[in-house]
Structure formats: C-alpha cells, structure tokens
C-alpha cells in the first residue's frame, strides 16, 4: 500500500522535462512500511507522460531485399530513439543497420507508418517524425549501427532469431535516418519484424 508525503522541492529554475509545472511542494509515493519511495525507469515516465511511440512493421524479404524505414526529423525536436527490436524467423540471415544523413529521392514516394502512442487514455499526441517504409532513397548515408540475426538450423523452428538495443541515439532535428533490414542470404526468403521505441521533447 502506498502512502503519499509531501516534500519540499528542490530550488529548480528550469521546466520539468516530463511536463509537470514546478510549485514549492511536491507529491512523492511512499510504501507504508518501509517509506521506501517507488521508482520507475525514464522510459516508463515517458510513456505516463504521453511522449512515447512506437509501431511494429513485418516484411517478408526474398533472398537479398530488404526493407528500408525513413524517419524525418523536423526543427525543434528533441528525440531520444531509445531501442528497437529485431525478429526474424531464422530461415536466413539478417542484417540491421542504422544511417544518419540519408538522402531522400526528390520524389520519394514510399508508405506512410503511423506512429502509435503508447500513452492511450484521453486523445494520445501525434509524432512529430514522418516515418515511412519504401521510400526511394539516393544515398544511404552515414553508417551508425549495425546488428545481424543469424539463420538458425531448419529443425529449431521455436529458436527464432532475435535481437534488441537498448542504447539510445539522440535524432539531430532536420535529418533523415535510414533503418534497413536486409535478407543478406541467397536462397531463401524470411520474414521479418522491427518494432522501434522513442520519445519525443521540445527546445533542441
């Protein structure tokens, strides 16, 4: 069970980067016991918060394609592109990779991904990045981070390949980043899962 005590605030002469508004007096959750104070994760916080996405996009990629997402950065934004996770059915190999400063066709095309807010009480907030998968692409970019799924043996049909990075990357506003996931086999087809998550601040 918990109880709440009221605590003086710190002195603070910036605004609170969860959106909170700073008054004198704070409310802090205490556990009646042992008046230990709870704590949560940032990532937690954001998505109470209501600055946290996410989406999962599934492709199946023939020998040698890939699937390349695109996410555009506006001004003033301030994204922490905190992880994303990988899965793939194992029957071939997978390459992941990240690049910074992709050059988008002067006709782009491609699919619009919506974006999801995890936060789903009352009317969530949109994303500020234009996501989209196949889009055409002149030039890839920098190369920032690379993960690879290996294929697995035709027998072990539970151990699907899986990876996740938990490190976060903090998006420059007015860029383009590129994350493709390429079947880098030479036979055979596999299906594949992204499914990123970030969180999105003002005053870059």
């Known amino acids: 069970m918990l109880w709440w005590k009221v605590t003086p605030m710190p002195e603070v002469h910036n605004s609170n980067p969860l959106g909170f508004g700073i008054s004198p007096f704070y409310l802090v959750p205490i556990e009646r016991v042992t008046n230990g104070v709870p704590i949560i994760d940032t990532n937690h916080a954001q998505i109470h918060a209501g600055n946290a996405f996410s989406f999962a996009k599934h492709q199946s990629l023939a020998a040698g394609a890939s699937l390349d997402v695109t996410f555009e950065v506006p001004a003033g934004a301030y994204v922490h592109f905190q992880a994303f996770d990988v899965v793939s059915d194992g029957l071939n190999e997978l390459t992941v990779k990240l690049y ?105």
């Open 100 to 204: 910074e400063g992709t050059t988008l066709n002067a006709t782009p095309g491609g699919t619009a991904i919506t974006p999801v807010n995890r936060h789903r009480v009352g009317t969530p907030e949109s994303s500020v990045l234009t996501v989209k998968h196949g889009a055409t692409i002149d030039a890839d970019g920098t190369e920032l981070d690379e993960m690879f799924l290996p294929k697995v043996s035709s027998g072990a049909v539970k151990n699907m390949a899986t990876k996740g990075d938990s490190i976060e990357w903090i998006l420059k506003p007015e860029e383009v980043y590129l994350l493709r996931l390429e079947n880098t086999g030479t036979t055979t087809a596999l299906v594949a899962v992204v499914r990123p998550f970030w969180y999105e601040e003002g005053g870059a």
